[in-house]
């Protein structure tokens, strides 16, 4: 019987300056940061995981390793009891929070990475998935805030590599961001175009928000408001025929419990490096179907991010759409897989090798070595 002998993480950032900059409502991106996590079994193999950075990667990384201590000489099949007991230990008593449950995350990830790799089988297949080309959108660290004419390029230069579907970054001031929602539509009048707010909207900005998203046939509107206000959320929902998306900074099946039952949303984001893993991922999107009710998992920062929510959107029946970092600088996205995991004329689609598929060059992790701190300067 394998058993896990260890648990360890890293952080890495890459750093960007001058017109590598992107600005959106929380700020300007000065770096990219990722939490990698490894759990290695008694003969060897080692699974792959992610954590959100938490805009504190050097504290995460500290945190996975005590949660991980946890773990080590249990059984790696037993992913369910494991994340039972980390969760029981660390987040339901004197844990981090949020901390706790982000590195949790990424130890689950790498749970389901290395079964499928003991098993000879593919995540994919371990979730009762079938192998599938899933339509992705243009997202990430892209697409901020921006004249409308560079804004335009950026757009075009997406549309002509096959992607039908972006979301665009607002947040700004409503009036601003119709004014570049607008001007993308009346450029791309076939486009789907969701808007991300970054949860930088109050009720007070909602007519003047609502106008230019139903003018201009947004696809969705995401995170209009702070997490922790539902009652927002639920009167905005029963003003509009837009969907309303969020999640990616909810945590934990018992906050999309609120969501659902509410009817706060239309499409639930849980984020496999934030929310609890594929494992509570899962569970959030089965609960979802209950309530018919759309996924779009929001992907995080590495490929890791990218391959855990291939394979899950492999498994679910209420998945809608994947999204794709399309940032111009990334290479925990481009590099850090020698097997790509990549979208093709404007779709994503997992290969059938063990695991998540990936193949880690441990070279581009060493040569980017953390950075620590947020990766946001507010107002940049």
């Known amino acids: 019987m394998a058993r896990i002998v260890q648990v360890t993480a890293s952080a890495h950032s890459r750093p960007f300056q001058g017109a590598a900059l992107v600005r959106n409502a929380l700020g300007a991106n000065i770096k990219r940061d990722t939490v990698v996590v490894r759990v290695t079994a008694d003969d060897g193999t080692v699974g792959w995981g992610e954590s959100h950075h938490g805009q504190n990667p050097t504290a995460m990384v500290e945190i996975v390793k005590g949660m991980g201590s946890l773990a080590i000489g249990a059984d790696p099949f037993d992913s369910e009891g494991i994340w039972a007991r980390l969760a029981y230990q660390q987040v339901q008593t004197h844990g981090l929070g949020a901390g706790s449950v982000i590195a949790l995350s990424g130890i689950d990830i790498a749970l389901w990475d290395l079964k499928g790799k003991l098993l000879g089988q593919p995540v994919w297949r371990l979730l009762g998935g079938a192998r599938k080309r899933i339509r992705a959108y243009a997202g990430g660290l892209s697409l901020g805030f921006q004249p409308v004419d560079t804004l335009e390029q950026e757009v075009a230069a997406l549309v002509a590599q096959g992607y039908g579907a972006i979301k665009l970054r607002v947040g700004d001031h409503p009036k601003r961001d119709a004014q570049r929602v607008g001007h993308i539509r009346k450029a791309f009048p076939d486009l789907d175009i969701a808007v991300d707010a970054q949860t930088r909207y109050t009720p007070l900005d909602i007519p003047e928000v609502l106008d230019y998203c139903e003018k201009y046939r947004v696809y969705w509107l995401e995170e209009p408001f702070a997490t922790d206000n ?19 900074n909810h945590y934990l099946r018992k906050a ?51 391959a855990a929510n291939t394979h899950l959107l492999c498994a679910l029946s209420n998945g809608l759409i994947y999204e794709a970092d399309v940032a111009k600088v990334n290479p925990f996205r481009t590099d850090l897989s020698k097997v790509p995991c990549a979208v093709v004329d404007g779709h994503i689609e997992p290969t059938d090798r063990p695991g998540l598929g990936l193949d880690i060059d441990e070279e581009v992790l060493a040569n980017h070595p953390a950075i620590p701190g947020p990766c946001y300067i507010p107002g940049g």
């Open 230 to 248: 539902l009652r927002a959320y639920v009167e905005t929902a029963r003003k509009t025929r837009i969907p309303l998306a969020a999640g990616e």
């Open 256 to 306: 999309f419990r609120e969501l659902f039952g509410q009817g706060a949303i239309a499409i639930a984001q849980a984020d496999c490096t934030k929310a609890g893993g594929i494992s509570e991922v899962k569970k959030i999107a089965d609960m979802a179907v209950a309530y018919d009710l759309w996924m779009a998992p929001h992907t995080s920062h590495s490929v890791i991010s990218a």
